[in-house]
């Protein structure tokens, strides 16, 4: 499997790399995700989205940074 | 019965919303965009309030149980049948068992979907409007959730036949830069005449604090004229003593980042409101997500009151085609 996959933001919003400020980050690149993983959270209108992994891969890396502003459809991991 | 799978990120049940308890500062809530709101319900052949769920950024996954009309306005989001694609604007039929779900949002930011019938939830305030701010109308006052089950109303009056459609050319058709025109007003005099140029200069950026209470944008700090504040006004040169916020009115706490009120929004309070969005121009508004731009153009009264009568004359041509 070398073709790369991509984790996509389904929302514009605020993207964050871990649960709140004191948390870890949810997932490190070249950690191993399965399906239905959450790798980051989209912060819109006061809400919280879990993003998470549509298939098994390893995280290869992440596109943008935590906190960033990102737009709907925008790469968020690359997955391989 | 409608059978909620995933919700989406914020569906709610929406109507005209809660008209006339604006003065014991009840905001009115209701469709964000209600030329879509109103679309929809027309190819189903509904009664102009019949309740809908708007559908915010992310569509749900719903199951039908029962066979009925259905149609999707608004936002470009392109909806599934089955993991087929189907129309939008467009009188679509679902059969018992088939599952509606959605692509990511192409343009746009708010879903209209109507059924035959429309939204039972229970009426409170004159509305089926949901304001989840507290907790009330709509689905137990809050926005959909996994398990929970809508039930339809009778709120049908006509027959709108499988595969009508609405005319390409009252279609709306979201960008990502936005032109919205205010009437200027009511406490501009506030600020002082270089800031008025820059705030209708400025291309402002939605910020992701941006719901159906207000739109926050970001740009250009303004400046407010210096005074003496009056009695009751508080400190800072963007307050004035109390007044009642117009849907629509833009205030500017501390002189930035400006904020559009909207249809959940607080009715009154001490910001200085310094224009306000024409009435046919917030359903644009509500069509606008986060990230994108906005420059507001200034008119007159009478301009705005021309473009409310144009859109309901659209509304009219749509309701006499089906």
């Known amino acids: ?80 | 019965m409608i059978k909620v799978i995933k919700p989406g990120l914020q569906t709610t049940v929406q109507d005209k919303g809660r008209i006339g308890l604006y003065e014991i500062g009840m905001p009115p809530s209701g469709a964000m965009d209600k030329y879509s709101f109103a679309a929809a319900n027309l190819l189903v052949g509904n009664h102009p309030n019949a309740a809908v769920l708007e559908i915010t950024y992310l569509g749900p996954e719903l199951l039908f149980e029962k066979g009925m009309r259905i149609s999707l306005t608004g936002a470009n989001m392109p909806p599934k049948i089955n993991g087929e694609p189907v129309p939008m604007w467009e009188t679509l039929e679902v059969k018992p068992g088939d599952i509606l779900s959605f692509d990511f949002v192409k343009s746009g930011a708010r879903v209209y979907l109507a059924v035959e019938g429309g939204i039972d939830v229970p009426v409170i305030m004159n509305s089926r409007s949901t304001y989840t701010l507290i907790g009330i109308g709509g689905y137990n006052g809050r926005a959909l959730a996994a398990g929970d089950v809508l039930h339809t109303a009778d709120m049908k009056e006509k027959d709108v036949p499988v595969g009508s459609r609405i005319d390409e050319a009252y279609i709306p058709v979201f960008g990502k830069a936005h032109e919205i025109r205010v009437v200027v007003g009511l406490c501009s005099y506030r600020l002082t005449e270089e800031s008025k140029q820059t705030f209708l200069q400025t291309e402002w950026t939605v910020t992701p604090e941006a719901n159906r209470i207000g739109y926050r944008h970001r740009g250009e700090r303004l400046q407010f004229v210096e005074r003496e504040q009056p009695f009751g006004a508080g400190s800072n040169p963007s307050n004035v003593t109390d007044l009642g916020y117009p849907i629509g009115s833009i205030q500017v706490p501390d002189g930035v980042e400006p904020i559009v009120l909207l249809h959940d929004a607080v009715t009154g309070g001490g910001y200085a409101t310094i224009a306000t969005v024409i009435s046919s121009d917030l359903n644009r508004m509500g069509q606008i997500k986060t990230n994108e731009k906005v420059r507001f153009a200034a008119v007159s009264l009478a301009e705005a009151l021309q473009a409310r009568r144009e859109t309901e004359e659209k509304l009219m041509r749509i309701a006499a085609s089906l």
């Open chain 1, 1 to 80: 499997m070398s073709d790369k996959k991509a984790i996509l933001s389904p929302l514009p919003g605020v993207f964050y790399r871990k649960p709140s400020p004191e948390k870890p980050d949810y997932v490190q690149e070249g950690d191993t995700v399965k399906a239905g993983d959450v790798v980051g959270l989209i912060e819109v209108m006061k809400n919280f989205y879990e993003v998470k992994a549509e298939e098994d891969g390893v995280i290869d890396q992440f596109c943008v940074e935590n906190e960033s502003i990102v737009d709907v459809g925008q790469e968020i991991v690359s997955l391989k």
